[in-house]
C-alpha cells in the first residue's frame, strides 16, 4: 500500500543517518539535510500560539453531581491556518474520575484570521470554587513534524453549589403547610396562631372552640378555626466545627446539616416565616440576613457552596453568644450539630439556658445508619462485639438527646437520608402546637 504526506516522508528519510553532535562538541558526525530542511519548514508554517486570543463564557454555576458547558474561544490573528492539540486544565475534581484526558483535551482548525470554539463540559465532584488552571496549545505545521507550544491564562470560575436533593419532599410538606394555614379547615390551639374563620361544628371538633356569640346569630352551631402565625423568625445555625467533618456515607455530615437546612428554609418562607442562616465554629463562616422570599434560597446554596468542615473544637459559647445577636427577638433557633456526648455536655449544655429562656431551640443531628447495622450484627465473636459497640454509641446517643429534651430543646435525629424531612416535620409540628 502507498503512503502519502507525513507518513510517506518518514519512511523515506527514515533510513537517512540523522544528525548528532559529538558528546565532546567537537562537530557534527553526519547530517540529514532533507529531514532537517523539512522540519524547518513544518515549523515556520505552524501557527504561532502566542498571538492567539482566548475567550471565555459559559456556565458560572452549577449544583453538585450536575454538568457546567464553558466554551472557550479561539482566534487566529495571524496569517497561517491553526492546527493544534488544545489542553483545558481543572482541577481533579472537575471531573468525575477518569474522564479528564476525554474532557478537557480537545482538536481544532482555525483558518487565517477567524475564530473556532471548543466547549469543555465539567461534572464536579466536590462544592465550591473551581477555578481553571490554564490553557495549553500545541500548534503543528502542515506536515506534523515539529510543533509551538504554549500556555494561556483564560481565567474562569465555576462555583459548585449544594445539590438540595431533598427538594423532592418539599410538595408533600407544603400540601401539610397548606391545611395549617387555612386553607384546609384544621383547629390548632396556642400562643402562636390567629384566628382565620368560622364554619359549622362537626361531630369531634373540640367544643372549646365553638363561638357561642356566632352561634346565638345562627341556626347552626358555628366554630372558630385557627392558623399559624406568619413573619416568625426562623434563624439556621450550621455548625462547621470538626464533628461536621465525620463522614456518613459518601460525604461528611455537613452536606446533610445542609440538605436539611434547606429544605426547611423553602418551606419557612411558603409559610411566610423569615429565615437566616449562621455557619459558625470559632468564627462566623457565613452569615445570610434579611433576604426576601424570592432570594432566599439563591443566597442560602451561594452562602453554603464554599463552606468546609473546620477541624477545630466549635466554640460553644462563641456560638449561642452570635446566635444571640442574629436573633434580638424571640425566634426558633435550629442548631444543626452534633449528638456525640462530649461536645454537648462539655460545649452545649452549660449555654443552652441563655437560648432557650428567650427562643424557641431546635437540634437536628446526623445520625450513622452504620452504627444501627452493626447493633444487629450476630453469628461470630467478632460481630458481637460489634454490636455491643453499637448498643453502647447508640444509649449514649439516646441519653444525650433525652438531656436536651428535659431542657426544652426539641430534638430531631435521623439519618442523612430521613434528616431533612424529619426536621421539616419537626417545624410543622411546632407551627401546630403553636409554639411559633
Not at 226 to 236: F, K, S, Y
Not at 249 to 271: E, N, Q, T
Request: glycine share 6%.
Amino acid at each position: 500500500m502507498a503512503l502519502t504526506g507525513r507518513a510517506a516522508l518518514i519512511a523515506a528519510l527514515g533510513s537517512i543517518p540523522v544528525g548528532i553532535w559529538d558528546p565532546s562538541w567537537t562537530g557534527i558526525l553526519a547530517v540529514n539535510a532533507p529531514l532537517a530542511v523539512a522540519c524547518a519548514c513544518d515549523f515556520a508554517l505552524a501557527a504561532p500560539v502566542r498571538r492567539l486570543g482566548l475567550t471565555r463564557s459559559g456556565d458560572t454555576s452549577v449544583r453538585l453531581g450536575e454538568t457546567a458547558d464553558v466554551t472557550l474561544t479561539v482566534t487566529n490573528t495571524s496569517g497561517r491556518p491553526l492546527r493544534a492539540h488544545l489542553r483545558d486544565a481543572w482541577p481533579p475534581s472537575s471531573w468525575l474520575p477518569g474522564t479528564e484526558m476525554e474532557a478537557s483535551r480537545h482538536r481544532l482548525t482555525v483558518p487565517a484570521g477567524e475564530r473556532r470554539r471548543v466547549t469543555t463540559r465539567l461534572r464536579p465532584t466536590r462544592r465550591g470554587d473551581r477555578r481553571t488552571d490554564r490553557v495549553t496549545i500545541r500548534s503543528y505545521g502542515p506536515l506534523g513534524l515539529l510543533s509551538r507550544q504554549g500556555t494561556h491564562e483564560v481565567p474562569w470560575t465555576v462555583r459548585v453549589l449544594p445539590p438540595f436533593t431533598s427538594r423532592k419532599h418539599l410538595p408533600s410538606k407544603l400540601a401539610r403547610l397548606r391545611e395549617l394555614d387555612g386553607r384546609t379547615s384544621v383547629l390548632t390551639r396556642g400562643e402562636g396562631t390567629e384566628f382565620d374563620s368560622l364554619r359549622e361544628y362537626v361531630p369531634g371538633d373540640d367544643t372549646r372552640s365553638i363561638d357561642w356569640r356566632a352561634t346565638a346569630r345562627n341556626s347552626a352551631v358555628a366554630v372558630r378555626t385557627w392558623r399559624p402565625e406568619r413573619d416568625r423568625h426562623i434563624v439556621l445555625v450550621l455548625d462547621t466545627g470538626r464533628t461536621s467533618a465525620g463522614r456518613v456515607g459518601d460525604a461528611p455530615r455537613l452536606d446533610a446539616s445542609m440538605d436539611a437546612a434547606l429544605l426547611l428554609a423553602a418551606l419557612a418562607s411558603r409559610a411566610g416565616d423569615r429565615v437566616d442562616l449562621l455557619a459558625y465554629d470559632r468564627r462566623v463562616r457565613a452569615l445570610v440576613q434579611s433576604r426576601a422570599a424570592s432570594d432566599l434560597l439563591p443566597s442560602l446554596v451561594n452562602a453554603m457552596a464554599t463552606l468546609e468542615p473546620e477541624l477545630v473544637e466549635t466554640d460553644a459559647r462563641g456560638l449561642a453568644a452570635t446566635a444571640l445577636r442574629t436573633a434580638p427577638r424571640r425566634s426558633l433557633i435550629v442548631l444543626l450539630t452534633t449528638l456525640d456526648t462530649a461536645p454537648v455536655e462539655e460545649g452545649l449544655l452549660p449555654v443552652l439556658a441563655q437560648l432557650t429562656q428567650r427562643h424557641t431551640v431546635l437540634l437536628a443531628s446526623v445520625a450513622d445508619p452504620h452504627v444501627s447495622l452493626m447493633a444487629k450484627s450476630r453469628g461470630n465473636p467478632d460481630a458481637v462485639y460489634e454490636a455491643a459497640a453499637a448498643a453502647q454509641a447508640q444509649s449514649e446517643r439516646h441519653r444525650t438527646a433525652d438531656q436536651l429534651r428535659r431542657h426544652g430543646v426539641t430534638v430531631v435525629d435521623a439519618t442523612p437520608e430521613e434528616l431533612a424531612p424529619a426536621l421539616a416535620d419537626a417545624y410543622l409540628a411546632l407551627k401546630t402546637a403553636g409554639r411559633l
